[in-house]
């Protein structure tokens, strides 16, 4: 009964691949995020989509691709990995309206790009 | 633009001590402040979260944050850790107007606590 799920929990690949992360969440919420963390801690939103619709795109190489097939899913598409592209990413849902922006997040992704 | 700064990038204690982790925001308009906690290994966790009325929050695990809007500040604190707390601490801010959830993170504190 996992609120919000991410995988693969752990992804090796080399420079120059495509991949997938796929994230599912079980809360019923209406909004999810993708946020990067890199070697250092530091979190940073990369996506949010609300009901299926993108409202938060910050400054990410187009090669980073979002898709959310239904609300409780949201995945994220990786062409052409570079080495930087090294990081852990987490995926988070909550439900918006009303004050109750608490997010919940999943158990992450560390990717490793050789 | 919004920013999240908190000032103590890693903090040693001895259990039984008591524990002050300092977060200052960047941001005039109305927020909504958070305390997440990430165990070794683990997701983060909601510690405890401010978005009106008593600018004194409790959390769980004993765990309290004071907003103070003139200072613009959201300080995590606890009366006594325990070997169990250490983990990584980071402080979030979203501002309301975004109606969009946006978290803007600190670069958060590591804690270790030395039994």
């Known amino acids: 009964d996992t609120a919000v799920s991410q995988t693969p929990k752990y992804l090796v690949t080399q420079m120059g691949n495509d991949k997938s992360i796929k994230c599912e969440q079980n809360l019923g919420h209406d909004t999810m995020y993708w946020y990067k963390q890199d070697s250092k801690k530091f979190l940073k939103i990369m996506f949010s989509y609300n009901n299926k619709e993108l409202i938060i795109n910050e400054t990410v190489p187009n090669r980073f691709s979002p898709k959310s097939p239904d609300k409780a ?3 994220l598409h990786i062409n052409s990995l570079e080495l930087g ?4 990413y987490f995926c988070a849902s909550s439900q918006t309206g009303g ?5 919940y997040f999943g158990p992450g ?3 490793t790009v050789t | 633009a919004q920013s999240v700064s908190q000032h103590n990038h890693h903090v040693i204690l001895s259990e039984a001590a008591s524990l002050e982790l300092g977060c200052n925001y960047s941001y005039g308009g109305t927020v909504n402040l ?3 906690v990430q165990y070794p290994g683990q997701h983060l966790q909601l510690l405890l979260k401010y ?3 008593d600018p004194l929050v409790k959390g769980i695990k004993g765990f309290e944050a004071e907003f103070i809007k003139s200072k613009f500040s959201f300080n995590l604190r606890k009366p006594s850790v325990q070997w169990s707390d250490t983990a990584e601490y980071f402080c979030a801010v979203n501002a309301r107007s975004s109606n969009t959830g946006k978290l ?3 670069q958060g504190t590591t804690l270790q606590v030395k039994p």
Not at chain 1, 85 to 88: L, M, P
Not at chain 1, 99 to 103: G, K, N, P, S, T
């Open chain 2, 104 to 106: 803007i993170f600190g």
């Open chain 1, 109 to 111: 992704t560390r990717l």
């Open chain 1, 99 to 103: 004050l109750l922006l608490e997010q």
């Open chain 1, 85 to 88: 592209d090294s990081a852990v």
């Open chain 2, 34 to 36: 958070f305390w997440y």
């Open chain 2, 51 to 53: 978005f009106s009325g």
């Open chain 1, 73 to 75: 899913h949201l995945n």
